[in-house]
Every structure is written in structure tokens, then in C-alpha cells.
């Protein structure tokens, strides 16, 4: 294994986990310097092979899913169903930190690798799931044996009733956020309990059900049903409470708009040329613009229809909370992002040409991370390798 570098250098951490919620949670780990091993199974994640590739790819190519969220990772092959297998999965817990597995409730218990089990083997173990309802030791779900996926979680979690065209049709989110957010919710949770295992020697479960999290993502929602007593519903691209406040048409696209504190709304109607409606008292504070968005709203749109996205970030860029809808295509040519690493080149197995996927947001200035490198290839690490390399002395000290 490569030395690695960042805030959780020699965390030593196994991933029983598949798909892009629990991988999500152990990427992010990576990515700060953890030493992550994917436990897999003969087959493989399934997300190995849902694509997208490259034409010259060739069959040891990695799938653009799997790229995006298991890099910086190793894989190792082990059928859980054998005792053998087993037995080397244990051998590892004695000697990781950190656990983390996103199976159906039940599924570690009846394999005889339940939270309870593998405490036996390391008091210390941070063992960390994630699943669609929650596990059972946090508090009993009716929905506990229900499959779930990031489209449930949205649906279930409050996401949805508020997220749609004005029409009340839901419209699901174009990321996983029913996945990406609980996923990234679980590292802060492994993150915190490392620091009480670092102090106190305790290692403990951590659980993050994909539905609590969407909900928590949903706040907004729950909190003006309690003091309304009014079930939110879908607003499109508006704010039901501030104005303007949304994503509105422009002459040659969409573009971002936020102008609902009274001071970026007097810059906005000089920009328009229109000043008086920054003393108009239908319009001069953000409650008032809310009640009479119906007025102001043709004035605004018909504006800003008039006017590129280029012309109105010159007008109002800096000053105003403004925006243009970037496709991905633009996030490739952006400054901001090349500046400051958002788009990480991965070698790709078979082409010539690195694959670019999604960087790290955090940064560090005392602890910076290097370069992550590529998904592994299935089983591209071998158990001897492994043990050896997280053998007392041949790794980093566990935090």
C-alpha cells in the first residue's frame, strides 16, 4: 500500500460496503488519508459494471460509477459466506479502526460479524452502518426490513413534498442526495467517534438510516409545518418565503438569482433601471415582495428575459448572490474549479486518455491530502499483501 497523506493518515478502515451511499461515506475518508480496504464480493460491487466506459477501455476498465466513489480505495475479494474468508475479515478488524458496511439489517448478524461480534476482537472498532431505515440497536423501524434507495429517501424523507413544479408534481433530485447526503453525514459520525476512541480506548456503533437523514435535509419543511400547521408543498423554482429568491429564465439560458435582503434588491431594480421599485412599499422589504411577488414577478422576469447570462453577471456579479445554471460541460471550463481541484484526472485502465471525476471539498491547511489515486481493480489486493501492510510496523499508528 502507498503512503498516504491528509488529516486520517494511518485510519485503517474496511468497507463492506456497495453501491453509492456507503462508498460515499468511505471515499470521503480516502480521500483524507485514511487507508481504506473494500472487502468484496467474487462478483464485485455491482456499480464495476453500470457503466459509463470508454471505447478502448478494456475489460479490467473501470465504470465511471465505481471511478467516481472508490477512489484512493484497495479491493480485496472475500466470500463472507466461507469460514476462511471470515476468519481473514477478523483477523483484519483486530488491527482496523474503522468498519463500515451498508448491508440489509440482519445480514452482518446471521454471517456471525455482527456489531457485538467483532467487539470481541477490537474494543476499539468504530463499526459504522448505513442503511435504508436504520438498524434496530439505534430504535426499531416498522420499515427496518425494507429495501431502500436514494429515490425512497427522497420520496419518504419530506424531500419530494417540497421539491416539484408549482403544480405539486415531485420532481426527484438530479444528484443521489438520498445517498450522497447520508453518506457523507455517516463520515462526520466515524469521524467523531474516532475522536472518543482516541481518548477513551471505547469504540462504539454508529447508524445512520438514509430516511432520518433526508428529513433532517428537509428541515425546512418540518419546521413550518409546526408553526403553520400547513403541510409545505412544491414552490418550483421559488422560495415560498423569500422574494426574489429562485432560478428564473434569461435570453439565452437559466440563471440564479438571490436579491431577497432589502440592500441586494436596491441594486438589483437600479440595475434594471427601474429604482423606484426599491421605494415602492409593495416592494421595499422582502415580506412585502413575498406578499405581492404576483406584481413584481412580470417585471422582474420580463427583465431579466431580456438580458444574457454573461450581461447579467457583469451587472450584478459581486454585489448581488447571482449565478449562471452551469452544465457540466461549463463546470469544465471554470477557473474556480480547476483552481482549486474540484476536477481530479484518474488513470484509467486500457485508455490512453485519464478519466476526470468529482473532487474533494474539504481543505486543510496544516494536514493537506495528495492526489487520490484510481479505483482499484476486483481483488487487486491480495490477503497476505493486506495483513502484512497493516502488520504493527508496517503502517502509520492508528489514531
Known amino acids: 500500500m502507498l503512503s498516504k497523506t491528509g488529516p486520517l493518515k494511518g485510519v485503517r478502515v474496511l468497507d463492506l460496503t456497495a453501491m453509492l451511499a456507503g462508498p460515499y461515506t468511505t471515499m470521503l475518508l480516502a480521500d483524507l488519508g485514511a487507508e481504506v480496504v473494500k472487502v468484496e464480493p467474487p462478483d464485485g460491487d455491482l456499480t464495476r459494471y453500470a457503466g459509463p466506459f470508454r471505447a478502448d477501455d478494456t475489460e479490467d476498465g473501470l465504470a465511471g460509477y465505481f471511478q467516481s466513489v472508490n477512489r484512493g480505495k ?10 476462511r474468508s471470515r476468519q481473514q475479515l477478523l483477523d483484519l478488524v483486530g488491527r482496523a479502526a474503522v468498519l463500515v458496511e451498508n448491508f440489509s439489517a440482519g445480514v ?9 461480534e467483532l467487539r470481541e476482537h477490537n474494543p476499539a472498532l468504530v463499526y459504522a452502518a448505513l442503511r435504508g431505515f436504520g438498524d434496530r440497536r439505534s430504535g426499531a423501524s416498522p420499515y427496518a426490513d425494507w429495501p431502500a434507495f436514494d429515490v425512497v429517501a427522497q420520496a419518504m424523507g419530506g424531500y419530494l413534498s417540497i421539491t416539484g413544479t408549482e403544480d405539486g408534481t415531485p420532481v426527484k433530485s438530479g444528484p443521489g442526495v438520498g445517498d450522497i447526503f447520508p453518506g457523507a453525514l455517516l463520515a462526520v459520525g466515524i469521524v467523531s467517534a474516532l475522536r472518543h476512541a482516541e481518548r477513551t480506548g471505547e469504540g462504539q456503533f454508529v447508524d445512520v438510516a438514509m ?13 413550518q409545518y409546526s408553526y403553520t400547521g400547513v403541510s409545505p408543498g412544491t414552490v418550483g423554482n421559488q422560495h415560498p418565503l423569500l ?33 423606484e421599485l426599491a421605494d415602492d412599499p409593495r416592494f421595499s422589504t422582502n415580506t412585502a415582495r413575498s406578499e405581492h411577488r404576483g406584481e ?14 454573461a450581461a447579467l453577471v ?8 447571482i449565478g449562471p445554471v452551469h452544465s457540466a460541460a461549463d ?18 485502465p486500457g485508455s490512453e486518455q485519464p478519466v476526470t471525476v468529482a473532487g474533494q471539498p474539504l481543505k486543510f491547511s496544516g494536514t493537506p491530502y495528495g492526489t487520490p ?18 502488520s504493527e510496523g508496517n503502517s502509520e499508528e492508528q489514531t
Do not use: K
Request: charged content about 20%.
Open 243 to 275: 422574494y426574489p429568491f429562485g432560478i428564473f429564465r434569461t435570453a439565452d439560458g437559466w440563471i440564479a438569482l438571490a436579491a431577497n435582503r432589502d440592500h441586494h434588491w436596491q441594486l438589483t431594480a437600479a440595475a434594471m433601471g427601474r429604482p
Open 74 to 83: 484497495r479491493s480485496l475479494v472475500l466470500n463472507l459466506r466461507e469460514e
Open 314 to 321: 457583469t451587472l450584478l456579479g459581486g454585489r448581488v448572490p
Open 108 to 116: 452482518m448478524e446471521r454471517l456471525g460479524l455482527g456489531y457485538e
Open 373 to 390: 489515486e484510481r479505483a482499484p481493480l476486483l481483488g487487486e489486493d491480495s490477503f497476505p499483501a493486506v495483513l502484512a501492510a497493516w
Open 331 to 348: 463546470l469544465f471550463r471554470d477557473p474556480h474549479l480547476s483552481n482549486r481541484q474540484m476536477l481530479l484526472a484518474l488513470e484509467q
Open 211 to 223: 430516511y432520518d437523514a433526508m428529513v433532517s435535509l428537509s428541515e425546512r419543511a418540518v419546521h
Open 296 to 309: 413584481l414577478a412580470p417585471i422582474l422576469s420580463g427583465w431579466l428575459r431580456s438580458q444574457t447570462n
